[in-house]
């Protein structure tokens, strides 16, 4: 054993010294230090205790009982406690998390370590060690109520909660979970926890439970957005937030998984909202331009055509003047609807403004485009509107401009091209289809 030092032997050999170290401790200590005796009279009161419970020394010691710092029947649940082997064996309380009471009334919860203070083999009272926890409580209630994750405790929660031990097997999962995958809880616990996400996933998915496992800025737990695998093999969107705890020497991943279906079906159906016309059902001008700057960037890379036609309605103007704008809807709808079936599932109409229409053809020549053009406008004029209902029906034609995608211009180069040659087919007489290509070639022959 190393000898004591002098500063160390004249130290315990001074009962003023120590004292005066021992109320240091105690002053410093950040930790709320109460003591009292058998009645409950408190008698030390140190300057954490202060701050956790709103006294100062002297408003305590002497002047309120240890009893009045909990609420009702707190201390008696204590006291109870400090004398059973629960908490640290009898005589002693370690870790234990109860509430106390501020002097303004507000609960504070706090984790208490206290023992029984002897004389001799009597009693004389009690000192208690006070941390306030509202700060970590705090923390795990912002983690529990992040994005409503739980609406109750494990089987009482709406979300799905799985846990998977180190073996990558599920080890528990609730309710929810079991309704939300399809699975009995016999087929959840031990599965391979991977088998419940899109093959797809496999490949990364411990770097995916390291990421979510952590903690993001402000210390809050981050989730993803992914999908998982139902017993069926229906993919569902959900999002998962991952937790994790070394249980028994186990690390225990916890997932939480909310089904965001509703919600993506609602994204969904606000960004179809967004990029479609309301009349017509078919995309808007804002939609074009986005997937035509993709085509283009295709079309470059791969070397391969595209096309897009303008459709205008002839002498749409009188029509609605004559009939009123509602029988002009009626005229829009119906383009609408023969846009749809007259082309393939590749293809793209878009209300463009106005009575003006755009179809995108990927992959298509401007001699390739004619074919579906003529098909429409053949189709359209064929297609009866009856204004007043005791009239013969009549007839409403189309214009359609063709304009194929040249390396080195740019999405309004091309629709002004169409534009062009559309209007070329209205000063020609209307109910046509002109190629811009042709255009190009007669002025160049001129």
């Known amino acids: 054993m190393t000898p004591l030092t002098d500063t160390t032997a004249s ?13 240091n401790v105690v002053g410093t ?14 008698f030390l009161f140190n300057a954490s205790a202060q701050r956790i419970f709103g006294y100062a020394p002297e408003e305590a010691i002497g002047k309120i009982s240890a009893s009045q710092l909990y609420p009702p029947g707190g201390a008696r649940e204590v006291k109870e406690y400090l004398y059973s082997e629960e908490y ?41 060690f006070f941390t306030d926890i509202s700060g970590r409580r705090a923390l795990q209630e912002r983690f529990l109520e992040s994005e409503e994750r739980f609406r109750g405790i ?14 990558g097997k599920v080890v528990m999962a609730n309710r929810a979970a079991q309704e939300l995958l399809g699975y009995g809880e016999e087929n959840l616990s031990g599965m391979e926890a991977i088998r419940l996400f899109p093959p797809r996933f496999a490949a990364y998915w411990k770097e995916l439970s390291v990421y979510t496992s952590g903690l993001g800025p402000g210390n809050e737990r981050r989730n993803i957005e992914i999908l998982i695998l139902s017993k069926s093999g229906a993919e569902i969107p959900v999002q998962l937030t991952l937790a994790e705890k070394i249980v028994r020497g186990q690390k ?97 109409g878009f209300r463009y403004g106005g ?14 485009a004619m074919v579906p053009a003529e098909r429409l406008r053949i189709r359209f004029s064929e297609v009866p509107f009856r204004p007043h209902p005791d009239e013969q029906p009549r007839r409403v034609t189309l214009s359609i ?46």
Do not use: W
């Open 355 to 368: 009575e003006e229409f755009l179809v995108l053809l990927p992959e298509t020549s401007s001699a390739g």
């Open 154 to 167: 494990f089987e009482s929660a709406r979300d799905a909660i799985i846990s998977v031990g180190e073996s």
């Open 29 to 42: 200590c950040p930790e709320g230090i109460i003591a009292n005796d058998n009645e409950g009279n408190i």
């Open 401 to 446: 401009g063709i304009a194929e995608f040249r390396s080195g211009i740019s999405v309004d180069d091309l629709v002004r091209a169409a534009d062009q040659a559309m209007y070329a087919a209205k000063n020609a007489g209307r109910d046509r289809t002109v190629d811009h290509e042709h255009l190009v070639a007669r002025s160049e022959g001129q």
């Open 252 to 348: 225990i991943r916890t997932a939480i998984l909310r089904d965001i279906s509703d919600r993506k079906a609602l994204e969904e159906e606000l960004r179809l909202q967004s990029i479609t016309d309301p009349l017509t059902r078919l995309y808007n001008r804002r939609h074009f331009l986005a997937l035509a700057a993709k085509e283009v960037e295709r079309s470059c890379r791969n070397r391969i055509p595209f096309s897009v036609l303008m459709v205008d309605v002839d002498h749409f103007k009188q029509y609605n003047d004559a009939f009123g704008h509602l029988e002009g809807d009626k005229v829009l709808v119906a383009l609408g609807e023969q846009i749809r079936i007259n082309f393939r599932t590749m293809d793209t």
């Open 88 to 128: 640290g064996g009898r005589g002693h309380l370690v870790d234990f998390e109860t509430e106390i009471v501020r002097k303004d009334g507000t609960r504070v919860p706090i984790r208490l370590c206290c023992a029984v203070l002897k004389e001799n083999t009597h009693e004389i009272g009690m000192i208690g």
């Open 11 to 23: 130290f315990l050999n001074s009962p003023g010294r120590r004292s005066a170290f021992l109320e």
